[in-house]
């Protein structure tokens, strides 16, 4: 009898260990990524934050790709492209077209990877935050210089504008101001170079307007509605607000080897609906 407990023991101590040994023992590893080589990215400064938090995890998952990433404006995307010191040129319009003031970029392709939302911004302490086309045009053009003209507070308008060659100035002139031009120089003028710069003069200056896609848009600042339509992502998509364009990374023909795939994960499923819109871009498959 206690030889038949023994074996039944032993047997049931070995189905044990088995088990145990089942669940402990580690799960299979994805095999490393093989995938090497270096990415230079120049050009747009609204595309910036997309591309930074794109190169951050496409690293993660390739630790031995590279990626270098600058902004500089638009233009210079397509421009570095061309001169062969990037091989991929970031730029909120499609290049291979031409643009207001710019020529098309022949032998490049775009590849678009996201869609980028913009809106006119305010200094925190201006009252104006609805305003018609025409009152944007005035304002940008320097016609109408006092904010009481547009149901504000009597106070001089300070316009922040981009340099030329911005793909956000590019989109806000078409798409807000329908085409009207730029005032471009006076007291209550200023120019900046980038993105960030604008987000942070709108920021430090009082009675400051500009304009930044939504990814640059702070506490600190008001978007501000057009017509009575708020500058939301909703409103994009139902197609009630138009100041929105397409960001592409512009390539010297198709996309291969270590470019294509990061561009590849960059307009991967994961990315549009994950990281892509955490930022306040809207992913390209939301855009009928």
Do not use: H
């Amino acid at each position: 009898m206690k030889l038949n407990w023994l074996k039944a023991a032993t047997v049931a101590a070995l189905i044990a260990t088995i088990g145990l040994g089942s669940v402990q023992a580690p799960a299979k590893t994805e095999a490393a990524s093989k995938l090497s080589g270096k990415i230079v990215i120049n050009g747009s400064s609204a595309l910036l934050p997309l591309t930074l938090q794109a190169a951050n995890e496409f690293k993660k998952l390739n630790p031995k790709v590279k990626i270098s990433a600058s902004a500089a404006g638009s233009i210079t995307g397509p421009q570095s492209v061309r001169k062969g010191i990037a091989d991929i040129g970031a730029i909120d319009w499609d290049a291979t077209k031409p643009a207001p003031g710019f020529e098309a970029f022949t032998g490049q392709v775009a590849n678009k990877v996201a869609v980028i939302p913009f809106a006119a911004v305010v200094n925190k302490n201006v009252t104006a935050t609805n305003l018609t086309t025409k009152q944007l045009q005035d304002i940008f053009s320097g016609k109408v210089t006092n904010w009481k003209e547009v149901g504000g507070k009597d106070a001089d308008i300070i316009v922040v504008n981009r340099t030329f060659g911005s793909g956000t100035r590019v989109n806000f002139q078409q798409k807000a101001l329908m085409g009207t031009a730029f005032m471009t120089k006076g007291d209550n003028y200023k120019e900046v170079k980038s993105s960030g710069d604008m987000k942070t003069t709108i920021e430090s200056t009082p009675n400051a307007i500009g304009f930044v896609d939504f990814a640059y848009i702070t506490t600190k600042m008001t978007a501000v509605s057009i017509n009575g339509v708020a500058p939301t992502i909703d409103n994009i998509i139902n197609g009630k607000y138009k100041v929105w364009g397409y960001g592409y990374y512009m390539t010297k023909g198709q996309p291969t080897g270590v470019v294509k795939e990061f561009i590849k994960y960059v307009q991967s499923t994961k990315f549009q609906n994950g990281s892509l819109k955490k930022l306040k871009f809207i992913p390209i498959s939301a855009m009928k």
